[in-house]
């Protein structure tokens, strides 16, 4: 699972934007908004949310889940090394 306010920090830490992602996940620029938009955790298509989870993984970005290990808790995001 991965929420709005993560998938906004992976871009941003990534310099990328939504155009960018949308071209690396094989989603379209309104699908990234919409995701962006949510809420909290993000719903949708279960195929779009595996594309775009892959291509965030692929660019190096780790998603650190709700009770993940964490030195403060809580979700988050993180560079692969």
Same mark, same amino acid.
Do not use: F
């Given at each position: 699972?991965?929420?709005?306010?993560?998938?906004?920090?992976?871009?941003?830490?990534?310099?990328?934007?939504?155009?960018?992602? =949308?071209?690396?996940?094989?989603?379209?620029?309104?699908? @990234?908004?919409?995701?962006? #938009? +949510?809420?909290?955790?993000? $719903? &949708?298509?279960?195929?779009?949310?595996?594309?775009?989870? =892959?291509?965030?993984?692929?660019?190096?970005?780790?998603? @650190?889940?709700?009770?993940? #290990? +964490?030195?403060?808790?809580? $979700? &988050?995001?993180?560079?692969?090394?």
């Amino acid at each position: 699972m991965i929420t709005a306010a993560q998938l906004r920090a992976a871009r941003a830490l990534l310099g990328i934007d939504q155009r960018e992602l =949308a071209d690396i996940a094989g989603l379209s620029v309104p699908t @990234i908004q919409r995701m962006e #938009a +949510s809420e909290d955790v993000i $719903r &949708g298509n279960v195929d779009s949310l595996m594309k775009l989870i =892959a291509a965030l993984n692929t660019a190096g970005i780790e998603l @650190i889940g709700e009770g993940s #290990a +964490s030195t403060v808790g809580g $979700r &988050g995001i993180r560079l692969k090394k």
